[in-house]
């Protein structure tokens, strides 16, 4: 049972208290203006000219000084009680606040040692920020104590409970920015407190920043009645406590008893689960924050109202360079927080500006748990060898292979029992997604009302369902960010809800790969089942097999395609998935019932290879080269292309043809692409340069040819694959719809090896009498041909 | 000034009308359960045999009965209010039950004639649905009276708000699952009741409703307290009506009134606003219906309840065709609807059944505002020439193409003042997206508080900014759906937060453009800006060109990508979309000052043509086959193309080079591919057979080969693009970084024409030293070189 924090109903802040944290806003607003601005004087030891001025001027200060009011009060909090704690930025764009106070805290100087804590690292500080070869403008992966980068907005709660939980001890403080609040995601996450475990998991302290403006408009939450907002924080479960004001002291006075009162209710309420067993959910407490954007910038420039307004977006004084009065205004303002007095003569901070700050990994730019690859621990991965299927011959028994994944993924969660750093999360698809055995390692988290008749659901669990993609995604991406490990299983085509999710992390990935004290952290996996051939309950608006096209146009040391033709490789597959640091790995792998074609050592080899010959499936004798390949990737696809091949040795038994089927797409990039590409060699090796290839590909047809073009033997390469003819039909009648069947798979044999059109025009016939056939059965009966449905590859 | 409409603060309901509700709904009931079960024997006249089964049992029953209700309760609010409404089912794969109620109105047989209204169209009703070549298990376009599939969940009320818009008669009811709400979208949707106009918009009903799961879950509506949802509910700014039972008699009567309440006070809020000019934001009604999910249907199977559970969320009986206890169980079940009271012999429902069903255009089925390309009229699109600039010689003159395209679309925003049927969406990025102008047309929608400080907020405001990309997606789909028109603007990045909602768009106009009675409507127009080249502020994150790749995988027959590549030829291609009717139009435009390259002839010319050769830009002299093709596709790799043209006219001058500008990116595609897609001897004729391509493009590079790769010369095309370098850094750095840039592309020309190498070296080698140039200059700096910065076409 996890400690409870400890509680410390403090006393108010003294004068001298409020004093010294004020002097620490000031000194982040101070940085955090100059970020924007200056390229050298830092200190304005002398009067601002033109040339310390940036030549572009960029940045956003208006989220600024209100992220720096939080970060100030959060140090205090920390210091005070002794708190392991992270802060998610939502508006991530508001950079230069967090780079500011990682600088005054020294963590910026111990990532960075050139940035020095003095006038000389202030002054590389402010000029790097946004300009090229520096330092991005968001909270990106450079930003010590970053876990988001905050540009696209709509994912920080989901962030801030994904990092809380199985962190008992961490306390995950989350702003929200207003703007940010109008978004769906953010929207659906504030329901997440329905499955936050108050004994196994920290806490999240939503502070919702009413700044007033977005862009160019008024932010929804800031124009409707307090009252009205009021009951919509206590209708998604919270107790609000609200914050408001533009004089900087009386604001300090309250956000430092704000802090201490969600502080003390936290506590209580983990204390209350933890010591006493309570099991009723938590009112967590919600910070209402309510301060002018851009609050102690220009209150005017150029005659119109700019500190409190969306005026001060980004730049409030934009011709600093050219326009005399901006400079002088821009002086002022920046002599306005009094340098003199927060930094001395090196420019290093003084001491009140630091009273504030807690010690070593405390300080929010120095936590680890922003650092999760400091924290991950390996997965104990069971032998897949208790959990293949036995195969003698191929294609003989039929498995589901994300129920055999199921039980090695219970195996993992009981093995995880007491270290709890591996959950799964999905859309309310697991038992769907046939990984049910897992239940019977770990519940689903939830914490709301519970039924008798209800089943698996647990206070405790690590399964969480919930019916929201970007809750699922958000929620893994925090929690691996801080060091775990997770699989999200999700229906094929409804992953695109998360397109723009994952595109983030791929980028987060990416850049955090290039920075030596980035440890690593367990790569994001994705299941993709109930694919598109599958939808026989739901048609054509759960048909998209486009996810693996979105995620092959991202940086290529980050992604990996995974198609295991069966259960054994899926198996493979999943563990070294599960193995694997920063990448963004997507399996995609059938629920129903599919042929094992390799045993467990075969599919571990075949895995190894990414792509290989199955010579017990083709008719090459090894003198000649094959006249046709038939090439195969994705489950369906290789039951088709079983079926065909089978049909040729029937019909065509002196065709020499070779099956190659693909596990790993990113084979079939050149080497130079993509860390898994094969070099040419390997590929002519494996589908000659000069012969037809018929490929069956699970997803659209043409991402073969956009990855396979530079090949010798592109031009000889035909696709099939999935090109939305969808509905609501049978698993075959799917794939005639798309060409993708057995018997047109062999009429394109025909039609495109060498002068077989003439010597096997009654075969030919004999394929379009079969989908004939086809046609007027199912018309008839709905279902699929009995000579289909019985095929078997050994019949 | 629209008129509010009748109220009705009816009387209670008799008896003799329950009964007749009642009737309907068992009627309903009957046939959802009798479509997921029944070949044969419709109207079970004979005892129910395995044969009467189909094969394959598919469909969703567990929200059946609550969608029954809610029809029910409309149509006796429809017909006594005499509404004209439409309603949204949320729960769209309760498919069964919206086709049961258009049956019994009539409807059905009207669009499907086929299907009669009589015990022979029954059974063709229950037998085609989920069958092959049957209709679809969802409210798919094939379904009377829907524009909302509902198979992807979370969009339903942000359809709701978009039909409602600008149909001041209109009552849009919309059933939301307690599923659905759990997801992002519909989370973030509820408040768009602060940009709903009492004045000029309609009304939108919310039903939700709490059957208290999904597939094998509790839903987290169903299992808070209900103060908690109740003050959800408020702080949504909606007052709410709670329904609950399973009585049917008693829910009969409590859902009878709850609705009289809603339309009561709907039409005194419309009054008010109206009559009165009242002008306080309305508390509109919500009705909360919590009804046991698969009610009516089987209490307990096998020893396990359903009835009220997760358990009945498909099929409850799954055996029934082999096991004669489920047969048994599935007749008993539909007896006990008592179909003899509610057929008559011949099968047609009997007058009680009817007495609550509206007349013509008015029942649910059969109105027009759900085929709204019935209502849609042509925009009035005022003459380009009135917005064109002046172009005289090419490459000389700067302007910001969406702020020229911007005073056109304020024209078309004056000119529909009346009309009200044109409205332009966009996440607060309007002015950011420099399309400012627009707002001396029209303001912003919004009902929320006002201050002095705001500007362009106006309460009958067309132009719609909310912070959520689902939101602007939602609402112009419904508003096209229902007849009208639109363009959605959005930074290109983020617009993959909706790539599954267009996926589920593009699904709908691909399968209602082959329905004969759906009458085409107006595209949906997407302008991408603030695009991957020109992120200045925000660097790497708001940097991903991909959506063009997304739609391009989506059928042929709607999808259109451009990418004009300057002013004029944006104001072409945006008319072009503005006319045009079923496509999703994407068109990727700079807001940044950019080079005017063509006279408005010249860009209707080139728009017209899709591709084609600018002769002035090159050096071809006509006498023989150019030496090398340098092609273009979007604004910035134009000007780096022409950049490198004149840079090869400089410096190579008898080099033959050819310049293509493609604005119309399908033309790549083979002909039989894209309806666009030009045939090979067009294609061979721009871009030769044989000779170096060199193809800046303005995404991914490898898009360009997935679409040309057909081509006789697509082994000498070249392509450069966006490869996921970015940052936050200048213009000229961006293009560098991603290899497109003027040098390079010279360096590329002089790599691949034969013989080349050996007679450009000094050229290579001064080109390279621009780039070294370049780096050394930005690094001290932090801009562009100036021979960059200062560059045009005439220099």
């Given amino acids: 049972m996890p400690e409870a924090p400890r509680q410390d109903s403090s006393t108010q802040p003294t004068d001298e208290e409020l004093r010294a944290l004020d002097a620490h806003w000031r000194a982040a607003n101070y940085l955090a203006a100059g970020q924007i601005y200056l390229l050298a004087n830092p200190l304005l030891t002398e009067p601002l000219r033109p040339e310390h001025i940036k030549p572009r001027l960029l940045g ?96 920080s709660l989901a962030h801030a409970y994904g990092a809380a939980l199985d962190h008992p001890g961490l306390l995950v403080a989350c702003v929200i920015g207003d703007g940010e609040a109008e978004t769906g995601p953010l929207a659906g996450s ?22 007033g403006y977005k862009i160019a408009n ?68 919600v910070i209402v924050l309510r301060t002018p954007k851009g609050w102690t910038g220009p209150a005017e420039v150029d005659g119109e109202p700019v500190e409190g307004t969306w005026r001060s977006h980004q730049v409030p004084l934009a011709g600093v360079r050219d326009n005399p009065d901006h400079l002088r205004q821009l002086e002022a303002w ?65 498995h589901e292979p994300t129920r055999v994944l199921g039980d090695l993924l219970a195996q993992v969660m009981r093995d995880t029992a007491d270290r709890r750093d591996f959950r799964l999360v999905g859309p309310d698809e697991t038992a769907s997604n046939r990984l049910q055995a897992v239940f019977d390692a770990s519940g689903k988290a939830w914490q709301a009302e519970t039924l008798d008749v209800d089943e698996h659901l647990d206070r405790h669990g690590r399964v969480m369902e919930v019916l929201s993609e970007h809750l699922c995604q958000g929620w893994l991406e925090g929690y691996l960010l801080t060091g775990r490990h997770g699989l ?34 367990a790569s994001l996996n994705y299941l993709l089942t109930s694919h598109v051939w599958r939808q026989d309950h739901n048609g054509f608006s759960h048909q998209d097999p486009g996810f693996v ?67 017990w499936a083709g008719t090459e004798d090894g003198s000649r080269a094959p006249d046709v390949v038939l090439a195969c990737a994705g489950d369906v696809p290789t039951q088709e292309t079983l079926a065909a091949a089978h049909l040729l040795r029937r019909h065509l038994p002196d065709l020499s043809v070779r099956v190659v089927n693909v596990v790993d797409l990113a084979r079939l990039l050149p080497r130079e692409e993509h860390p898994h590409g094969m070099n040419d060699f390997e590929y002519d090796g494996l589908f000659t340069t000069d012969k037809p290839v018929i490929f069956a590909y699970h997803g659209y047809p043409w991402l073969i040819h956009r990855l396979a073009y530079r090949r010798a033997g592109h031009q000889h390469l035909h696709v099939r694959g999935y090109k939305e003819a969808g509905t609501t039909t049978t698993p075959f009648d799917m794939v005639v719809r798309n060409d993708l069947d057995r018997y047109r798979l062999v009429m394109d044999v025909i039609d495109r090896v060498p002068g077989l059109a003439v010597r096997a025009t009654a075969v030919r016939q004999r394929m379009a009498d079969a989908r004939t056939r086809h046609h007027a059965w199912i018309r008839e009966h709905g279902t699929d041909l009995p000579e289909v449905a019985e095929w078997n590859w050994n019949a």
């Fill in 60 to 155: 956003h200060w208006g989220t600024s000084p209100g992220l720096n009011l939080v970060h100030t009060h959060l140090n205090r909090v920390i210091k005070n009680r002794a708190l392991d704690a992270l802060c998610i930025w939502g508006p991530g764009h508001g950079g230069p606040s967090v780079l500011a106070n990682s600088w005054l805290e020294g963590s910026y100087s111990e990532t960075y040692p050139d940035v020095t804590r003095d006038a000389q690292g202030m002054e590389l500080l402010m000029r790097q920020f946004s300009f090229p070869g520096g330092v991005p403008s968001h909270v990106a992966p450079e930003v010590p104590g970053s876990i988001h980068e905050g540009g696209e907005l709509g994912y």
């Fill in 190 to 211: 504030w329901h997440a407190n329905k499955f936050l475990d108050p004994v196994h998991d920290g806490a999240v302290l939503p502070i919702l920043h009413l700044n």
């Fill in 218 to 285: 008024p932010t929804v939450l800031s124009r409707i009645p307090e009252p009205e907002l009021d009951a919509l924080l206590r209708g998604y479960g919270h107790e609000p406590i609200h914050v408001s004001g533009d004089d900087p002291a009386a604001v300090h006075r309250a956000m430092a008893q704000a802090m201490d009162t969600a502080l003390d209710r936290i506590a209580e309420a983990q204390r209350a689960a933890r010591e006493e067993g309570v099991t009723e959910r938590p009112h967590w407490p």
């Fill in 334 to 398: 920046l002599r306005s927080y009094r340098p003199e007095a927060l930094f001395d003569a090196e420019g290093r901070p003084v001491a009140d500006v630091l009273a504030c700050v807690p010690e070593g990994g405390r300080r929010l730019g120095a936590t680890p748990y922003a650092n999760g690859g400091l924290l991950v621990r390996d997965l104990p991965i069971p032998s897949l060898d208790d959990f293949a299927v036995p195969v003698d011959k191929p294609g003989t028994t039929v």
């Fill in 488 to 521: 999200f299983s999700c229906y094929e085509a409804f992953v695109h809800i998360v397109d723009s999710m994952v595109n983030q992390h791929i980028k987060w990935l990416r850049t955090s790969r290039r920075l030596p004290w980035r440890a690593p952290i």
């Fill in 549 to 615: 096209d979105h995620v092959l146009n991202k940086s290529p040391e980050v992604v990996r395609v995974y198609l295991p033709p069966d259960a054994n490789t899926l198996l493979s597959v999943a563990d070294h998935a599960l193995r694997s640091r920063d990448y963004v790995n997507v399996v995609v792998a059938g629920k129903q019932p599919c042929f094992d074609w390799l045993s467990m050592d075969e599919a571990r080899a075949h895995c190894a290879r990414g792509a290989g010959i199955w010579e």
